[in-house]
Nanobody, 120 residues
């Protein structure tokens, strides 16, 4: 069964850190570009970061650049999103998606999401 599962979400105080994981089953995640997205209540889905499959090149939105880091461990079939200096406005459901070999391809697989709440 082809599946993407996010984990690592939770509650954190402003300024804190979380590491999200995106684990694949049923396919080799290393063959795909993987992106991270988020959606807050009442807002549109926002693309945050992406990592290519072929060359490992990474991309970040302006809203998370310098605070979030995307990485992959092909041996574990997992992609991570390290989130530092978290702000209340980072509160959202975070999703990962996989598709193509570069971040310019359409995403084929989506996870179910993990909630991140940043508050004091």
């Amino acid at each position: 069964q082809v599946q993407l599962v996010e984990s690592g979400g939770g509650w954190v105080q402003p300024g804190g850190s979380l590491r999200l994981s995106c684990a694949a089953s049923g396919f080799t995640l290393g063959n795909y570009a993987v992106g991270w997205f988020r959606q807050a209540p009442g807002k549109e889905r926002e693309g945050l970061s992406c990592i290519n499959s072929n060359d490992g090149k990474t991309y970040y939105s302006d809203s998370v650049k310098g605070r979030f880091t995307i990485s992959r461990d092909n041996a574990k079939n997992t992609v991570y999103l390290q989130m530092n200096s978290l702000k209340p406005e980072d509160t959202a459901v975070y999703y990962c998606a996989a598709g193509g070999i570069t971040c310019y391809y359409e995403y084929e697989y989506w996870g179910q999401g993990t909630q991140v709440t940043v508050s004091s």
